[in-house]
């Protein structure tokens, strides 16, 4: 089982920044494909972004695409994203999540096909 530990949300202005981080507990995420979601009240889980970490390929939702930004640290224990230029809508519990296989090329924003997921942290920001 592989234990996740997010953390890095807050409240923050429109037009600012925050970066979560995605820890795995016991160790590294060898070569799985982490993926970040989002849930704000009242709507479905959605894939924010993922990245395979064997090779490094990243994928982006069309709403975050040249804001944020999804990397690996080298010892492959830790996932980040950077969320810049943020907007109100950017609104929700973050969640970190692993698929023990890599990040799917078309399938990779669909949360049934992770195994695993952290807690959530919540990222408000105000207008």
């Known amino acids: 089982e592989v234990q996740i530990v997010e953390s890095g949300g807050g409240l923050v202005q429109a037009g600012g920044s925050l970066r979560l981080s995605c820890a795995a507990s016991?160790?590294?995420?060898?070569?799985?494909?982490i993926g970040w979601f989002r849930q704000a009240p009242g709507n479905k889980r959605e894939g924010v972004s993922c990245?395979?970490?064997?090779?490094?390929?990243?994928y982006y939702a069309d709403s975050v695409k040249g804001r944020f930004t999804i990397s690996s640290a080298n010892t492959k224990n830790t996932v980040y994203l950077q969320m810049n230029s943020l907007k109100p809508e950017d609104t929700a519990v973050y969640y970190c999540?692993?698929?023990?296989?890599?990040?799917?090329?078309?399938?990779?924003?669909?949360?049934?096909?992770?195994?695993?997921w952290g807690q959530g942290t919540q990222v408000t920001v105000s207008s």
């Open positions: 999540a692993v698929d023990t296989y890599f990040c799917s090329r078309y399938g990779w924003h669909l949360p049934e096909l992770y195994d695993y």
């Open positions: 990245i395979s970490m064997s090779d490094g390929t990243t």
């Open positions: 016991d160790g590294t995420f060898d070569d799985y494909g």
